[in-house]
């Protein structure tokens, strides 16, 4: 899924934005809940957010019996815009 990927690039760019590199998702799922949950940048519910889309892309990417649904992918897409808008607040605070 497209949007899983926007998801994970942007949350790299967060980690990267603490000197935090990562190669693995579920590190950096760990890392995101650390370094931005815990502190209060995130609500926890992106935590399990960035889960559920890294779970889809697994599905989407890995398993051929897998079909995504329309109400599914647009859920993902009004996550993913929220999700990058918030990623941009952070980095590009005004």
């Known amino acids: 899924m497209v949007n899983s990927y926007s998801i994970y690039y942007a949350t790299q760019a967060l980690l990267l934005s603490q000197d935090l590199d ?6 950096l799922i760990r890392l995101f809940s650390q370094h931005f949950v815990k502190t209060g940048q995130f609500s926890p519910e992106w ?11 697994q599905l989407s990417d890995y398993d051929s019996d897998f079909t995504s ?6 859920m993902m897409l009004g996550k993913a ?7 941009d607040r952070i980095l590009n605070p005004q």
């Open 22 to 27: 990562v190669s693995s998702h579920k590190r």
């Open 47 to 57: 935590s399990n957010n960035l889960k559920a889309a890294y779970e889809l892309r």
């Open 69 to 74: 649904t329309l109400a599914e992918a647009e």
């Open 81 to 87: 815009k929220i999700f990058l808008s918030e990623v």
